[in-house]
């Protein structure tokens, strides 16, 4: 639940819709007045209304619309896990405009941030994880990196780990990709039931950390050169664009359907290692934009 202190609480209908028709209620006014106190009163009227978002306070998760209380756990989840963002917070959706196109707004959020469309709030979407960790396993050093990290953890138990250096040993990572990902039987090759296929749920926000004040956004700026071609890039053609992010110190908690994956009548990569390993590689590669310098990883 997010508290903006508005008609809404729908986040993501305010960014995206609510925004833009308050900001037009005046806009006219502020265009027909003298041209500097204008352009002073069409910033002000921004970043008035930009403030409001980024100051929303995180209450609790997504809502149940019968019971009106939060929703804990996904009851079709067979596992989870919490993981929280550090510096420099998570980029998710970035890809969504959000620009009005008028040249007398500075630093305007041009750019978009994943909002669930029910509850409004910012989250992963399953299909990013599940793109994360399929690109992992196409790139399959990347899964044996990520076995070596829990290979090497003391309070990883004896067993699992012979289990993943067997799984190591034996493994067809191209066929286990198509097993996970794609529901397509190792052993055989066949389609397996959809009730016997591995699901990826959207993650939502479970808490946020006490320096917060329940904050989750926070507004960030990118530098651009305007063009890249030139040999020799100035100070003068960076192009500053500021965008919406969620904070740093605010926890999601990432669920999944998870089935035992048979590689042998001896071998087997079972549901509970899968989830190790996955929240292991989305801990290393991060998920969303901006990963390679810093964004999107987790604790």
Not at 109 to 129: C, E, N, R, V
Not at 166 to 183: A, P, Q, V
Not at 278 to 285: A, C, E, G, M
Request: proline share 3%; charged share 25%.
């Amino acid at each position: 639940m997010i508290n903006m202190n508005t008609n809404t609480q729908n986040l993501g209908l305010w960014y995206y819709k609510t925004f833009f028709e308050k900001f037009s209620e005046e806009c006219n006014l502020f265009l027909n007045a003298e041209w500097e106190k204008g352009q002073k009163l069409i910033q002000k009227k921004h970043w008035t209304l930009c403030n409001l978002f980024l100051n929303a306070e995180w209450e609790k998760g997504p809502i149940d619309p019968l019971s009106g209380n939060a929703i804990l756990k996904n009851p079709k989840a067979t596992h989870n896990q919490k993981i929280t963002t550090t510096y420099q917070g998570l980029v998710c959706g970035i890809g969504y405009d959000h620009e009005m196109n008028i040249p007398e707004i500075k630093d305007e959020l041009k750019h978009g941030l994943s909002f669930d469309f029910t509850t409004g709030q910012p989250y992963i979407p399953g299909s990013s994880i599940k793109g994360v960790l399929r690109y992992a396993f196409r790139n399959n050093e990347f899964v044996i990196m990520a076995i070596n990290t829990l290979l090497n953890k003391k309070e990883l138990s004896k067993d699992k780990k012979d289990s993943l250096k067997k799984i190591i040993e034996n493994i067809d990572w191209g066929l286990m990709e198509k097993d996970i990902f794609e529901g397509i039987s190792y052993v055989n090759g066949e389609n397996k039931s959809p009730y016997q296929s591995d699901v990826f749920f959207d993650a939502f926000i479970s808490a946020t950390y006490k320096k917060n004040n329940k904050k989750i956004l926070a507004d960030d700026v990118s530098a651009c050169h305007q063009d890249w071609t030139k040999p020799n890039k100035v100070i003068e053609d960076i192009n500053m664009i500021r965008f919406l992010k969620v904070r740093s110190g605010v926890t999601f908690t990432v669920e999944f359907r998870l089935y035992d994956s048979i590689i042998n009548e001896d071998i087997k990569l079972t549901r509970d290692l899968k989830k190790m390993l996955f929240i292991q590689i989305l801990k290393t590669w991060g998920v969303g934009a901006k990963t390679n310098v810093g964004y999107g990883q987790f604790s």
